[in-house]
């Protein structure tokens, strides 16, 4: 979305902050994002049409907006997504259309664990976002920058300029390593090289970046601890609500207000089982957030310490970050669910299991998420199975 937003600043003699928009939209996806562009008039979008089509993207809906788009302005997202060659994961012998249904049946009743998905950190990669955020909430400058730069495993232009890097810490010598399309790396080398591989140095050189940038990883470490803290919860307590919940009382939860009324639940209330598990919350780390008061808030304790966060206050005045936290909900319901089951050909001819006949099966699945639920996630608890 980043580079689709850049290649759109260049042909309109804009900058990138010129466009504002609610949401992050995933890489590896056809996927529709409303926009909003300053400075810019209709007739001169619909002008560049033709061009950015050559980019494989399209315009549409276009008309004149009244005001900017915030992150968080966004009720949710709609899927619709195919998912080919099904076989049951393990050898056994039952019906595979009734595994499935039963399977969809299942996450559309009782709903599915809320988890942040693996896009947010980075999966597959040596360094997750989430170090990088924990590194800068510990004022760690340089092992951030570092923990950055860290190349994988992998012999080509950019990692062997990375490597360079960690080796000889010389910004200017990787620079001339590293091509040209790699912005953001550039942004940061230019300004270690002008400022000094010094932990003030690597301060300057994260203002090269956006601040939603610098946000972003600290919300990736606070994602990683509310996922595990959800693991914990539902392995000690289930999916009874108990003393020293916490639990949201208003219909919506918006990530995006941390001033969220939140409630600790009673003995008498737990008693009484006025709650439901689809009401409990967890704090998303922050200054402002409150703790459950049961083993779950001592877990976050434990956690903290862990990671030697301890006194952390969750701002960072050095990279003018300051972190409120808010409220996530456990569990999770998909909308408007709907889906099919289809028979199709085996495109890549290497059809096992049930099906001799060249086909295979295929499921058609569509619904909506609540704004920042994950798809992944709710299909993760479909299929029994990591992507
Ligand atoms: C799966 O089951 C079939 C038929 O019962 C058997 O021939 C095959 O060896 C089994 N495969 C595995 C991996 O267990
Ligand atoms: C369900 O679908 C309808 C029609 O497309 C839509 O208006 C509504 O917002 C959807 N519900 C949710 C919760 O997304």
Not at 82 to 104: F, G, P, T, W, Y
Not at 194 to 209: L, M, P
Not at 296 to 303: A, E, I, L, N, P
Request: hydrophobic fraction near 35%; charged fraction near 25%; proline fraction near 4%.
């Amino acid at each position: 979305m980043f580079e689709a937003v850049g290649v759109l600043a260049i042909k309109l003699g804009v900058i990138p902050s010129d466009f504002s928009y609610a949401g992050l939209k995933d890489k590896k996806a056809i996927t529709y994002q409303s926009m909003v562009v300053r400075k810019v008039t209709p007739e001169r979008l619909k002008n560049i049409g033709k061009e950015i089509e050559k980019k494989r993207m399209n315009l549409f809906n276009i008309r004149s907006a009244d005001d900017f788009l915030r992150l968080g302005q966004l009720k949710g997202n709609h899927f619709d997504i195919v998912i080919r060659n099904l076989r049951n994961q393990k050898n056994d012998s039952a019906n595979l259309r009734e595994r499935i249904l039963e399977a969809i049946e299942n996450v559309k009743n009782k709903g599915f664990v809320n988890y942040y998905g693996p896009q947010r950190f980075g999966m597959g990669r040596k360094v997750h976002t989430d170090q990088i955020g924990l590194a800068l909430l510990k004022s760690e400058m340089v092992k951030s920058v570092k923990l950055f730069l860290t190349p994988e495993d992998l012999d080509d232009p950019v990692n062997r300029a990375k490597k360079y890097f960690l080796q000889t810490e010389d910004a200017r010598g990787t620079l001339s390593l590293l091509p040209e399309f790699r912005v953001r790396e550039r942004a940061l080398l230019e300004s270690l090289h002008r400022f000094g591989v010094t932990e003030d140095g690597c301060v300057q050189a994260w203002f090269s970046f956006p601040h939603s940038m610098r946000v972003f990883y600290v919300h990736a470490y606070s994602s990683r601890v509310w996922n595990e803290a959800v693991s914990y919860r539902l392995a000690t307590y289930g999916s009874r609500v108990v003393e020293g919940d916490l639990v949201c009382l208003d219909e919506d939860v918006d990530e995006n207000f941390p001033n969220t009324k939140v409630h600790l639940v009673t003995k008498e209330e737990e008693a009484a089982n006025t709650y439901a598990i689809r009401q409990v919350v967890l704090p998303v780390l922050g200054y402002s957030i409150q703790y459950p008061e049961n083993r779950v808030g001592q877990w976050f304790q434990d956690t903290l310490r862990r990671d030697g966060l301890q006194t952390c206050r969750f701002r960072v005045p050095a990279l003018k970050l300051n972190v409120p936290g808010c409220y996530r909900q456990i569990l999770k319901h998909p909308h408007n669910l709907s889906y099919q089951l289809m028979e199709e050909q085996d495109i890549d001819g290497k059809t096992e299991g049930p099906h001799t006949d060249g086909t295979t099966l295929s499921l058609s699945i569509s619904f909506d998420l609540d704004a920042s639920c994950y798809a992944t996630v709710c299909l993760r608890e479909v299929m029994k199975h990591d992507f």
